[in-house]
């Protein structure tokens, strides 16, 4: 049997593993940021000598060749790596919707023994037709609906890091 301490630990568990989730995420920002100036930097020098290129020097036309193609091979990369976040990502998904749904049911069963639980058999049935049982009902589906909804914003804002992060990577490339 689970127990409502049982179920309030799991959900404590559930919410530090978003907690930690946003940690991250918050630390993959910074470093995107950093990555941004990087590649600001290298987009300059980029287009410094692809002046000097058109300018007429055929001394780094081969340099710029080669950046060209590094360009290139940092491109193939990043439909790799987004590929593999993004399969990464969907997987996470499936996982988050398989704890919240664990996590709810436990939560209404616990509340359907907690609720019957203290009642003798002929309060039992008349609670079930009961008017207040079903308000209750109400509010655990509302309860329920809103913990979807911040889910969905979770993974809306992990595919948003993880483009970042796929965007960083290139930059990194690019170097």
Known sequence: AVTRDDVEESLKAVFQFVKDKEQLL????????????????????????????????????????????????????????????????KVVREENQKLFDRHMKLLSEEALKNAVGYLDKNCRREIEENEWLKEEVKIYRKEEKDLKASVQLLEEENTSLVAKLIDIKLQHLRA
Not at 33 to 59: C, F, H, M, P
Request: glycine share 2%; no cysteine.
């Open 26 to 89: 918050q630390d993959l920002r910074s470093q995107i940021e950093e990555t941004k100036k990087k590649i600001a930097e290298k987009q300059r020098e980029r287009d410094y000598w692809l002046e000097y290129k058109n300018v007429g020097s055929k001394i780094h036309a081969e340099r710029i060749s080669s950046l060209e193609k590094d360009i290139a091979d940092v491109k193939y990369e990043l439909e790799r790596t987004e590929e593999y976040y993004s399969e990464a990502l």
